[in-house]
């Protein structure tokens, strides 16, 4: 028989399934884009604004990320089957949503198809006209799902393999994700901003599912659509900071030895004067669903995410501490933190000094 130790353990364990199952019913993308997106007779709103698609001379979707397919019916949902575009996402749907082009990018690192949609994407954004409206769904991933590489002065573009490269010496070099997001928009004719740029004059409205601090929505998917607040000098100073030169290809550290990498748009640019962003689904939305199943369960809830983007080994023994810690004080206590780990284990160390 199992003493009451055990009983209790494996009652709380089910507790925090429950709590967890929840949250993520609670904070679907559908029920996200319910909440903050509608449209009527041809009237789309989008939490604080409105969109009459009938004034636009057309209306184009753009979707990248990871949750590509599912934002993209999300909104098909609310507007209906008239809509046309392109969706870049990592995972091939069962069913595509008519009226759109797909392309299946690479995740953690670029792929052709991550090059092949970006041209796709860039081809489409220049070619609309300041009469018409673009909706960007955005959400994690995009980084590397859609890619293009900056060209540089003597018109040579970086390779796919060299561009593989210089993703994995960022991913493997310890710095947080922010600052490879920061080396990343600099090397890349798509993040940044730029396809704000692109874009431009057409109306924009960009819709995000997000992965990334709420204070930080420029690195979701590198902010392909809003203004970079990351400088070149950033970049320069990140490289030294990990060693990355010696890590990097030739192409790419020519770049950095040169100081050729050109800054991105900042917040006066042109581009940004019709684009507007607004977050359906993000890290707090999960928090929040998280609370209040936890508080109906019967549980103090305290939110703790400052281990965000930490080692998860690091991570575990914080968060391991902390709900001791309020133990102390409080029963039952339910300690909540959202955000993402790094799991940077040794067999990664080894395959990557290999290759």
Known sequence: ??????????????????????????????????????????????????????????????SLGKAGHTMV?????????????????SVEPAAQVRGFRYFRG????????????????????????????????????????????VVGD?????????????????VYSGAPIAEINAVRKHLSAVKGGRLAQAAFPAQQVSLLVSDVPDSTPDALASGPTMPDSTTVEDCYRIAEKYELLKQFPQSTRELFERHALEETPRSDDPAFVRARWWPVLSNQSAI??????????????????????????????YLLQRVNELRKQFSPVCLISGGEVTVWSDFFQFTYKLQ
């Not at 070619?127 to 590489?149: D, N, R, T, Y």
């Not at 305290?302 to 983007?309: E, G, K, L």
């Open 1 to 62: 028989m199992p003493d009451s130790r055990e009983i209790q353990f494996s009652e709380m364990r089910q507790a925090a399934r429950a709590i967890f199952t929840q949250a993520l019913i609670k904070a679907s993308i559908s029920k996200g884009f319910a909440r903050h997106v509608h449209c009527e007779r041809g009237l789309l709103r989008v939490s604080e604004d409105l969109y009459d698609l009938h004034s636009y001379s057309r209306v184009l979707v753009v």
């Open 73 to 89: 019916e999300a909104l098909a949902d609310q507007v209906g089957s008239s809509l046309e575009g392109i969706v870049a996402t």
């Open 106 to 149: 690479g995740h953690p690192t670029p792929n052709a198809e991550s090059i092949q949609a970006a041209n796709a994407i860039l081809r489409m954004l220049e070619a609309q006209p300041a009469s018409g409206l673009i909706i960007f769904l955005l959400s994690g991933g995009g980084s590397s799902i859609v890619e293009k590489p």
């Open 154 to 170: 003597d018109d040579d573009e970086i390779s796919l393999d060299d561009l593989i490269a210089t993703y994995r010496a960022l």
């Open 288 to 317: 929040e669903e998280a609370s209040v199943a936890a508080e109906r369960a019967g549980f103090i809830v305290h939110v703790d995410n400052s281990c965000d983007d930490w080692d998860y080994d690091k991570a575990a023994d």
